[in-house]
């Protein structure tokens, strides 16, 4: 009969994709920047990038794809387009891991604004095509400078996180 029981490790497991959810929720609130107007930051995509180089056994390729799905349904844009480049953005930064994990915090900082760059433009052009007309690249390159800026914020966190949760068992 003990196996039906929930374990607290089970829940602590299932700790990272929780918190990546509510970060995307929570990244669906505009924040207003002076003279620029009202964006989006992309926490879920700072999650992901946190999660797949620091403990990619607790976002396995099924839940980041969920998780941007997600984020497609709460914003509303083309249906797939987040869920694809959270798959993409998991699995390059778990193969990459062993270059960022590890490393001085501002060597991740560089790494995860690489890579929110190329997801900006790999978005612009998703919109464009969705569109199927040229949109502004702007809003695209505002929002990644904004993730970007807020990267220490929300990894900090996460990386302790990662870190009390344990070594990853398979590495």
């Known amino acids: 009969m003990t196996g039906d029981r929930w374990h607290p490790s089970q829940l602590l497991m299932a700790l990272p994709g929780l918190l990546t959810i509510v970060l995307v929720l929570m990244g669906t609130v505009p924040i207003g920047a002076p003279l620029l107007g009202p964006a989006l930051p992309s926490f879920g995509l700072i999650a992901v990038f ?92 505002m929002q990644a400078t904004i993730t970007i800026a807020l990267f220490p914020l929300i990894a900090a966190p996460l990386m302790y996180l990662a870190i009390r949760l344990g070594r990853e068992d398979a590495a």
């Open 50 to 141: 946190v999660w797949a180089t620091h403990r990619p056994d607790l976002l396995p390729h099924w839940l980041a794809f969920g998780i941007g799905l997600t984020q497609d349904l709460v914003l509303g844009g083309p249906l797939g387009m987040n869920a694809l480049i959270f798959l993409i953005v998991q699995g390059i930064c778990a193969s990459q891991r062993r270059f960022i994990a590890g490393r001085p915090f501002l060597l991740g900082w560089l790494g995860f604004a690489i890579i929110a760059v190329a997801v900006a433009i790999a978005q612009w052009v998703i919109a464009c095509a969705y569109l199927v007309a040229l949109v502004p690249i702007e809003a695209s390159l």
